[in-house]
């Protein structure tokens, strides 16, 4: 499958989901709040797990413990190249520095993501549980999507479509196999446009040559992360 096809096949898993959400709501029927705040200042503020989700036994969801290892790298991620990729884009300014926060949103919409799966047996792709747990990162997605398409006369086209070729690849937890290669699939698309950025700007503003490094080291990252602890799909609690 090109990178293109992955692309769009999630998009279309992603919408999906939040046309199930949409269906509930016009029908009046009760939608699980996750309690996902994407905007949270703290990374140790946890979201809440859905009371619609299957715990396994003696499995306290409140409970306080020592964070699983998958929820701690995920939060080196975070901590590390996100935030060089960020404070790089605030330097920079402008579509590029609006389009990072959406960035920042989806990787913290899909921490939470990672954490209820830690604490919850995984539940039916096709439930409106799942819908509900995917729709932040749809709504992240769209918005980084949106920065790409909606400013194509922009001087700093080349850098939406760096993020927006790559960004694809936080769509990994839709997967239940071979997550790593399609993370690195979509890293290399997004490589060819940091690449422009990397010639236009080396004799002008080393910035902009950092940024684009920063974001491709952000997909390799985690590449490397899900290659580590989900090889073949989010991994949710078995016991």
Request: glycine letters at 6%.
């Amino acid at each position: 499958m090109s990178d293109f096809q992955s692309l769009t096949t999630l998009i279309k898993r992603l919408e999906a989901a939040t046309s199930r959400l949409e269906d509930l709501a016009t029908s009046g029927a009760s939608v699980v709040t996750v309690g996902t705040n994407i905007n949270r200042s703290s990374l140790g503020t946890q979201p809440v797990v859905p009371s619609s989700l299957v715990l396994p036994p003696n499995n306290d969801a409140t409970a306080e413990t020592e964070p699983p290892l998958a929820l701690s790298a995920y939060d080196e991620l975070i901590e590390g190249p996100l935030k060089t990729f960020v404070e790089l884009s605030k330097s920079i300014g402008g579509l590029v520095e609006d389009q990072s926060h959406a960035v920042e949103n989806i990787f913290i919409a899909q921490r939470d993501f990672i954490y209820i799966a830690t604490k919850s047996v995984k539940p039916d792709t096709t439930s409106e549980t799942f819908a509900e747990l995917i729709k932040p990162t749809l709504q992240a997605l769209e918005k980084v999507c949106e920065y790409r398409e909606n400013n194509r006369p922009s001087p700093f086209f080349n850098h939406l479509s760096t993020v927006g070729e790559g960004i694809g690849a936080l769509g990994w937890v839709t997967l239940e196999s071979k997550t790593a290669p399609y993370v690195g699939d979509l890293k290399e698309s997004s490589q060819f446009y940091a690449n422009r950025v990397i010639k236009e700007f080396k004799d002008k503003d080393r910035t902009h040559v950092d940024w684009a490094n920063s974001f491709v080291v952000l997909l390799t990252e985690l590449q490397n992360y899900v290659k580590n602890y989900h090889t073949n799909g989010l991994v949710w609690n078995p016991q």
